[in-house]
């Protein structure tokens, strides 16, 4: 079955740090990659998505991130990040075969203090 | 995009009741899908409704605890039956984009569920 690993579960940074999150999936087929933002109160936001082409991916807000197919990985990064990024940050994956289910890594609370 | 809305935004229910939450999308859409997140954890998908057909539960989540409607394509219940303390969570309702963009996922705000 497809699962989706991110392996840090609380992160803190000052504004200006770098940021990069680690999303790791198991399945061997072709996948869609996601990552979704939820802001403090707010509901799920897409923040970027990978399909197909180009592996290294632009979302909004300056954030990215890059597929690597050997890897199994779709990391998200920024590279200088602000107190609005504060957030719990989720990577999901979607296989092409099957339903169209979207399987959610467990989230990172991202922190960033001013 | 889409505008999805879920009613009640939250509640807080006491063990063996029921609830229904509704949800209502502003476009016509095929694929309706129901999430729950558990606190502190992820989101963890229900069930698949497509209108006109029934409702297709993942694993360790069955039809008695969880009916689901979709009586057109702009609408879908989730019934959360006999509850209990661990039915405390998020419901989330979620569609394909409209729009025509594949594969695109977008969710409403969510139900926040506490069972005393």
């Known amino acids: 079955a497809q699962s989706v690993s991110q392996h840090n579960h609380h992160v803190i940074l000052s504004e200006a740090a770098s940021l990069e999150l680690g999303c790791n999936y198991s399945?061997?087929?072709?996948?869609?990659l996601f990552w979704y933002v939820q802001y403090p109160g707010q509901h799920l936001q897409l923040l970027l998505k990978?399909?197909?082409?180009?592996?290294l991916v632009k979302g909004i807000k300056g954030f990215e991130a890059e597929f690597i197919k050997s890897k199994f990985s779709f990391n998200l990064r920024k590279p200088s990040v602000q107190w609005s990024d504060t957030a719990e940050y989720f990577c999901a994956v979607r296989s092409y075969t099957g339903f169209q289910k979207l399987v959610f890594g467990t989230g990172t609370r991202l922190l960033v203090s001013p | 995009s889409a505008v999805i809305s879920q009613k009640p935004s939250r509640d807080i229910c006491q063990r063996g009741t029921s609830l229904t939450i509704q949800c209502q999308v502003d476009?016509?859409?095929?694929?309706m899908f129901w999430y729950r997140q558990q606190p502190g954890q992820s989101l963890t998908l229900i069930a698949t409704a497509n209108q006109g057909s029934e409702a297709t539960y993942e694993s360790g989540f069955v039809i008695d605890k969880f009916p689901i409607s979709r009586p057109n394509l702009t609408f879908s219940t989730l019934t959360v039956s006999n509850m209990s303390p661990e039915d405390s969570s998020i419901y989330l309702c979620s569609i394909l984009s409209p729009d025509g963009v594949p594969y695109e996922q977008y969710f409403g705000p969510g139900t926040r569920l506490t069972v005393t």
């Open positions: 399945y061997g087929g072709t996948v869609n």
């Open positions: 990978y399909f197909s082409g180009d592996p």
């Open positions: 476009s016509q859409v095929t694929m």
